[in-house]
């Protein structure tokens, strides 16, 4: 069975220092990996993905996420946070084997950046 | 193009009555996907279809019904509306091929009271 845990349900941050939002999958098969954040009352948006490529994924808005296989984890970064980083930050597991290709979310992780 | 639409934005049921929340994508995408997003917690996945016609149960599809008989159209009914329904739906499409990803529409917020 596949799922996701996001081992922080809130991470708080000064601006300009690093951000880490920790998340470990659990799959029998090789998955795809997703972070997706949503701001106050928005939608999902997709930040990055992992698909069997390259282990260390660059996103938008500076964020980047490193595919560990050995520790099946996933864990996102950003070298310095800014104030419009707050907001809600998912994990997503999908089993490439899986020909629907349904997400499995993580419970999210609530990210505060302090002035 | 518009991307996932969702409407509407936000509704407030009575128990038992019964609605229907709109979702329409102009992507041309074959899979679409229904979730509910509950406070604190990530998306469950309510239903899903991997095709005009064809339409299969996720995690919670109990008191939902969809139907696809579009590839644009993948609307979600309610028919008993009930205080656990209250939440915010979001509706998904994504088009085939492994390295594809999943776009969201902006979300419909219901209350049941």
């Known amino acids: 069975a596949q799922s996701v845990t996001q081992l922080d349900s809130h991470v708080s941050v000064s601006e300009g220092t690093p951000v880490l939002l920790r998340c470990n999958y659990s799959?029998?098969?090789?998955?795809?990996l997703f972070w997706y954040v949503q701001h106050p009352n928005k939608g999902l948006q997709l930040l990055l993905k992992?698909?069997?490529?390259?282990?260390l994924v660059k996103g938008i808005n500076g964020f980047e996420a490193e595919f560990k296989k050995s520790e099946t984890s996933f864990h996102l970064t950003k070298p310095s946070a800014h104030m419009s980083d707050a907001a809600e930050y998912f994990c997503?597991?999908?089993?490439?084997?899986?020909?629907?290709?349904?997400?499995?979310f993580g419970t999210g992780t609530r990210l505060k950046v302090l002035a | 193009n518009a991307g996932v639409t969702q409407t509407p934005k936000f509704r407030i049921l009575k128990i038992g009555q019964s609605m229907t929340l709109q979702c329409t994508q102009d992507?041309?995408?074959?899979?679409m996907y229904w979730y509910r997003q509950d406070p604190g917690m990530g998306l469950k996945l309510i239903y899903y279809?991997?095709?005009?016609?064809?339409?299969d149960k996720g995690e919670v599809p109990n008191g939902y019904n969809v139907s696809r008989s579009t590839t644009e159209d993948f609307p979600l009914r309610l028919e008993l509306a009930a205080p656990s329904q209250t939440s915010v739906y979001f509706c998904?499409?994504?088009?085939?091929?492994?390295?594809?990803?999943?776009?969201f529409g902006p979300g419909t917020r219901l209350l049941v009271l």
């Open positions: 998904a499409s994504r088009p085939p091929g492994q390295e594809e990803t999943q776009y």
């Open positions: 799959s029998s098969y090789s998955p795809s």
């Open positions: 992992y698909t069997s490529a390259a282990t």
């Open positions: 997503v597991v999908s089993p490439l084997t899986s020909g629907t290709y349904k997400y499995i």
């Open positions: 992507m041309n995408h074959n899979y």
């Open positions: 279809s991997v095709g005009a016609g064809i339409t």
